[in-house]
């Protein structure tokens, strides 16, 4: 219900020697209206610094935030139709869950009967309904962190949710519900939905467009197929996927290049000298074990097999030491044989100092 721009947005909490030490370094980004978003990457990387700007707890020291168009980096926190769930439910333990819900609304003036209807609706919408007397202290941590919510939910003016991590203090097994309880409700309401986490798993079940940062910087947007399949950034080929996307040094001659005088694809782009260092990376679900030598082979030992049940993650190792992990579903070879191995290669990426090159 609310597009979102960030242009030029940065924060710095500090400075070194008079320059900004930016925590989050200057960015465009645009969140369209109705989208559901997931803000991924590790701790210390800026998510929270970022949803504190869109939220308006934090003014940045750089640019501007605009929802629909309107310019609202000066605003405070209540000021703009955004609610913010936090890591730690925020409820009072004394109050029942059907106060703890009016609150929002009795503080800002509205009358009995409107209260009473807003917060049945509400209630309703996160099946709260049932328990609407008991006393907020009494109820599970999901249960208050469905009371957090529903507490941003409760203005009829919220076109924005903001969550920060908000399934850290929930069971693993009530986790799954919760989560997909949140993402079925913003879609019923068509509210737009930034979702902060550090488990890419969570970031790739809730969202259709995952944020990926790391160190301040926001290196890659898009959907988990395109994050799997074309990283822009060896941190993406990294943190998305299990285990991580493999990297091997690369050797370029003429536009082709190899790894252990193995050509394993050419490249599109000009500009990327022979000799020039380039990194070779391959997801472990696309390397392959062959059952035969053939040219685009490489010899490897198996050092280490870890049966996962439905498939098996296969390490192994090739002449030059270099490590590559195999994801197989197929029956995995047993640990000190060796193979041969070889790559997908449509699927085989390069990257020059950390970022894609085709
Ligand atoms: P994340 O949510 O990804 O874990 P944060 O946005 O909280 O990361 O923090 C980004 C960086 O900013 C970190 O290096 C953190 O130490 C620093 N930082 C966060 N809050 C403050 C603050 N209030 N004062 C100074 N530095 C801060
Ligand atoms: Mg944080």
Redesign the pocket.
């Known amino acids: 219900m609310a597009k979102i721009e960030l242009k030029g947005v940065g924060h710095a ?2 400075s070194i020697n008079g320059e900004p030490n930016y ?2 370094h200057p960015l465009d980004l645009t969140w369209k209206d109705g989208g559901t978003y997931a ?1 991924l ?12 700007i869109v939220s308006g707890i934090l003014t940045p020291s750089k640019g501007q935030i605009l929802v629909d168009g309107r310019d609202v980096t000066q605003l405070g926190i209540t000021k703009r139709n955004i609610a913010q769930v936090f890591q730690f439910p925020v409820v009072y333990p004394a109050k029942t869950v059907y106060e703890n819900l009016a609150f929002p609304l009795r503080c800002a003036g509205m009358e009995r009967s409107k209260i009473d209807k807003r917060v049945i609706e509400v209630a309703e919408l996160l099946n709260l309904d049932g328990i609407l007397q008991s006393r907020a202290r009494r109820l599970t941590p999901d249960l208050k962190q469905l009371i957090s919510l529903g507490r941003g939910l409760v203005r009829d003016d919220v076109a924005v949710i903001l969550m ?1 991590e908000p399934l850290t203090v929930i069971d693993p097994q009530l986790k799954f519900s919760l989560r997909r309880k949140l993402r079925d409700i913003s879609a019923r309401h068509g509210h737009t939905l930034v979702y ?1 986490t ?1 488990d890419q798993n969570e970031a790739m079940t809730l969202a259709e467009q995952v944020v990926v ?1 790391d160190n ?1 910087r926001v290196v890659q947007m898009g959907t988990p197929q395109e994050l799997f399949e074309d990283p822009m950034h060896e941190h993406v080929g990294y943190f998305i996927g299990s285990p991580s996307m493999n990297f091997l040094n690369g050797k370029v001659t003429g536009g082709v290049v190899s790894v252990m005088d193995l050509p394993v694809g050419s490249l599109k782009q000009a500009g990327i000298a022979d000799g020039e260092g380039i990194k070779v990376g391959i997801r472990p679900e696309f390397v392959h074990i062959q059952k035969s030598e053939t040219k685009a082979s490489c010899f490897a030992k198996v050092v280490d097999v870890q049966d996962l049940g439905n498939n098996a993650i296969v390490s192994v190792k090739l002449v030059d030491e270099t490590n590559i992990k195999l994801k197989l579903r197929e029956n995995a070879p047993s640990i000190g044989s060796t193979c041969f191995i070889g790559f997908e290669p449509p699927m085989v990426r390069y990257f020059v100092d950390g970022v894609a090159v085709q």
């Not at 701790?43 to 949803?51: A, R």
Request: charged content about 10%.
């Open positions: 909490y500090n925590a989050l803000l990457g590790p701790s210390g990387c800026g998510k929270s610094t970022m949803l504190n920060d902060v550090h940062m301040g």
